[in-house]
């Protein structure tokens, strides 16, 4: 999956909503100190910029050079390329070692990881106790177009990667082994309503940074042909209309167990 999103890096950066402050300022609050956060799958940096805001340091780390070029600095952001085969010993160190971290964030990007590989490094550094780990997402639930939305899904799903179903399942079956912390709970995601105003253009440019169509075009077919983008416009009301729209995310957190 690093080779799709670094094509469409650029893209990327440009097209996805921001993060609500308050989802910051309400993960802080779960934290007993607020001294190291690591964003993991950063991408463009928003969710790092976010949690900047209430901790030290942020690490912000992902696989993919490329979108990190594109991420906004901050001077309390350290942004780190981590290739997919970083051993867990050198990310553990390169975080400050076991007990460090505070909180680690993942927005958009748990789903692609390897989760049992992935959820070993956060035991081994989160702080214990007072240490949070919260990872949410979004798929193409979006408000009022969501019949729009749902349709040009559809045509998605044949070049959609297996482990995509646990995003557009709203993270209700995604495997999550730690500890409720009184917000959510593993198979129970919290709900988290996202506003955005979107331009048409802005809407084309997120179509075409999912995935699936990144799949799709590498395989020689553009779900966003020229016929198709003509019928969004349409239902989206004209090429000039600026929409207020909110995306339906969905929100798990929670703490090491004890036993682990």
Same mark, same amino acid.
């Given at each position: 999956?690093?080779?799709?999103?670094?094509?469409?890096?650029?893209?990327?950066?440009?097209?996805?909503?921001?993060?609500?402050?308050?989802?910051f300022?309400?993960?802080?609050?779960?934290?007993?100190?607020?001294?190291?956060?690591?964003?993991?799958?950063?991408? !463009?940096?928003?969710?790092?910029?976010?949690?900047?805001?209430?901790?030290?340091?942020?690490?912000?780390?992902?696989?993919?050079?490329?979108?990190?070029?594109?991420?906004? @600095?901050?001077?309390?952001?350290?942004?780190?390329?981590?290739?997919?085969?970083?051993?867990?010993?050198?990310?553990?160190?390169?975080l400050?070692?076991?007990?460090?971290?505070?909180?680690?964030?993942?927005?958009?990007?748990?789903?692609?990881?390897?989760?049992?590989?992935?959820?070993?490094?956060?035991?081994?550094?989160?702080?214990? @106790?007072?240490?949070?780990i919260?990872?949410?997402?979004? !798929?193409?639930?979006?408000?009022?177009?969501?019949?729009?939305?749902?349709?040009?899904? !559809?045509?998605?799903?044949?070049?959609?990667?297996?482990?995509?179903?646990?995003?557009?399942?709203?993270?209700?079956?995604?495997?999550?082994?730690?500890?409720?912390?009184?917000?959510?709970?593993?198979?129970?995601?919290?709900?988290?309503?996202?506003?955005?105003?979107?331009?048409?253009?802005?809407?084309? &440019?997120?179509?075409?940074?999912?995935?699936?169509?990144?799949? &799709?075009?590498?395989?020689?077919?553009?779900?966003?042909?020229?016929?198709?983008?003509?019928?969004?416009?349409?239902?989206?009301?004209? &090429?000039?209309?600026?929409?207020?729209?909110?995306?339906?995310?969905?929100?798990?957190?929670?703490?090491?167990?004890?036993?682990?």
């Amino acid at each position: 999956m690093a080779g799709l999103f670094t094509e469409q890096a650029a893209v990327y950066a440009a097209a996805r909503p921001a993060y609500p402050k308050d989802l910051f300022t309400k993960l802080a609050a779960l934290t007993t100190h607020h001294r190291v956060a690591w964003d993991v799958g950063t991408g !463009n940096g928003q969710a790092a910029i976010g949690v900047a805001e209430h901790y030290d340091s942020v690490v912000a780390t992902d696989v993919t050079a490329e979108q990190l070029l594109h991420a906004a @600095p901050h001077p309390k952001v350290r942004y780190l390329h981590t290739p997919d085969a970083t051993p867990g010993e050198d990310l553990v160190a390169t975080l400050g070692g076991e007990g460090s971290v505070d909180l680690i964030t993942v927005a958009m990007a748990v789903h692609w990881f390897d989760l049992p590989a992935f959820y070993g490094v956060a035991r081994r550094v989160l702080r214990r @106790p007072g240490g949070v780990i919260a990872v949410w997402g979004y !798929n193409h639930h979006i408000s009022p177009v969501e019949d729009m939305m749902a349709r040009f899904f !559809n045509t998605t799903v044949p070049y959609k990667d297996p482990r995509a179903r646990y995003c557009t399942k709203g993270y209700r079956d995604l495997p999550f082994p730690f500890d409720d912390i009184g917000l959510v709970r593993e198979g129970e995601p919290a709900s988290l309503d996202m506003e955005h105003e979107m331009s048409f253009e802005g809407l084309i &440019a997120m179509l075409r940074s999912w995935s699936a169509v990144a799949a &799709a075009k590498q395989l020689g077919v553009d779900l966003l042909g020229d016929r198709v983008v003509k019928e969004l416009e349409e239902e989206w009301g004209g &090429a000039s209309l600026v929409r207020k729209v909110t995306f339906k995310a969905f929100l798990l957190a929670g703490t090491p167990r004890a036993d682990d």
